[in-house]
């Protein structure tokens, strides 16, 4: 590894963004955190309790949509990284992306009510692969954006900070669609998710090109040798080939998939064991619950950055991912029939564990930049951020067949109504509280090796505003 340059040599830092431009970019993170949770938080309601489709056909189509999203990641971020055009490397991209999130989230629900499965598997797949290819269009050169934009060890941080807010303010939405769904004013549930969805789907379009139209790009940070076009398979092989890439996206890989894979089990031991069967009331409580794991989770920003400045972000996150273990282990006491609201409490840990966490990946993942391009020359802002999250979506694709899987070993019989056995409630149960813990664990003794100490990078980036400077 290269020696620092003198700091007599080196280029003062990059100036820092205005708090207006860390508004306008978090706009985009909404689709984020939309595209993350909207479409599983309705999936089940919709297609199984409304539509009677089978929880594992429904995890199929999930998994093969995030698997679809996990292999277009690196595809877009190599792309754009290689893109000149007259609007950039990364405007282009961002429009096309939003226009086609937004109307494909509209069609989704656009669902006939009597058709055989056949048809709602086809129709769901079609349609979530276009909400899922829009999303990576837009969100990996957006992410590749902040990068870029962001010069320093902390700035990265606040900046995604901003983004984090804009995650919990859209979390609220997503918290409420399927209690949307159930309003009066609609004859049936499928009504209200055609209503629903095209709403949602214009409020993307909108959201989305915000950033994309009124952002600048900065320019390419300047390289000993002019940055040409790197084939994709080159540039893959170069990233993963990134020892510290891999130890961190494992981490991601082991948390993500143990907190998506029981995720949906929330909704069916509120209906079927605190609330005996209430459909209603669980959906009722389940958007409570989201109201507050938002709220918590913004209050929370500020003193888990402040916390981060303190401890270094590795440290931080490993702290964070502590604190969803533990909440994830108390719901097995706080999930009751006896006091139905006591399961918010677990919010006041998994809130502000969980926001801090996505808040340091993005910001961990643009140190990986800088020590990539230390190691190899180039810049692959686009890349990097997106081989992460395609190491974490493929494991995410999985824990969707998982989510079903798991549904039919517990004995879950849809035609049963509210009269599940108790045995099949036991073992929800345990799966929702078992899986997260341990995955999150598990999370914390990889992290224990991450390298990127402030300190580590703040030596790597003085060492390449030196070697700018030369070239």
Not at 22 to 31: A, D, E, H, P, T
Not at 42 to 66: E, Q, T
Not at 80 to 104: E, Q
Not at 184 to 190: G, I
Request: aromatic share 10%.
């Amino acid at each position: 590894m290269a020696n620092p340059a003198p700091p007599d040599s080196a280029q003062p830092p990059p100036e820092n963004l205005s708090q207006k431009e860390k508004v306008v970019f978090s706009i985009g993170g909404g689709l984020q955190q939309f595209s993350n949770t909207a479409p599983q938080y309705l999936a089940n309601p919709i297609f199984n309790l409304a539509l009677g489709m089978n929880p594992v056909h429904i995890g199929i189509v999930l998994a093969i949509a995030r698997l679809w999203d996990a292999v277009s990641d690196p595809l877009v971020g190599n792309w754009s990284d290689n893109a000149r055009t007259r609007w950039g490397r990364r405007k282009p991209f961002m429009v096309t992306g939003a226009i086609l999130t937004g109307a494909s989230f509209a069609a989704m629900w656009w669902l006939p009510r009597d058709a055989d499965q056949t048809f709602y598997f086809g129709y769901f797949l079609l349609t979530i692969l276009l909400f899922f290819t829009g999303t990576t269009l837009f969100a990996v050169p957006w992410t590749a954006l902040g990068i870029a934009s962001a010069p320093t060890y902390q700035e990265r941080t606040k900046l995604f900070a901003y983004v984090g807010v804009t995650h919990k303010v859209v979390g609220f939405t997503t918290g409420w669609l399927y209690p949307l769904c159930q309003l009066a004013v609609f004859q049936t549930v499928l009504d209200g998710a055609r209503i629903v969805g095209c709403i949602c789907g214009t409020l993307i379009i909108i959201a989305c090109l915000i950033p994309a139209l009124t952002l600048k790009e900065p320019p390419d940070a300047p390289t000993p040798v002019r940055q040409k076009p790197e084939p994709f398979l080159h540039a893959m092989k170069a990233v993963i080939s990134n020892r510290v890439l891999r130890l961190f996206s494992l981490a991601c890989l082991v948390t993500m998939t143990s907190l998506y894979t029981v995720s949906s089990l929330g909704l069916y031991i509120n209906i079927y064991h605190v609330f005996g069967g209430d459909k209603v009331a669980a959906a009722t409580m389940m958007g409570i619950w989201g109201t507050l794991f938002n709220v918590l989770a913004m209050v929370s920003i500020p003193p888990m950055i402040w916390l981060s400045n303190r401890l270094g972000k590795h440290r931080a996150i490993m702290l964070a991912l502590g604190m969803v273990s533990v909440s994830a282990v108390l719901k097995w006491v706080l999930y009751t029939p006896a006091m139905p609201y006591l399961q918010l409490a677990t919010a006041l840990l998994h809130a502000p564990g969980l926001a801090a966490y996505l808040i340091l990946v993005t910001s961990m993942t643009a140190d990986i930049v800088d020590h990539d391009e230390l190691l190899s020359g180039r810049r692959r802002e686009a890349l990097i951020s997106a081989a992460n999250t395609w190491i974490t979506k493929m494991g995410v694709s999985l824990s969707f067949i998982m989510a079903g899987l798991v549904l039919n070993l517990t004995g879950f019989d849809a035609t049963l109504g509210g009269n599940q056995a108790e045995d099949t409630v036991t073992k929800m149960r345990v799966f929702f509280c078992a899986v997260p813990a341990l995955g999150t664990l598990a999370a914390i003794l990889l992290l224990r090796r991450y390298p990127l100490t402030r300190s580590k990078v703040e030596s790597i980036q003085e060492a390449l505003r030196g070697r700018r400077l030369s070239a």
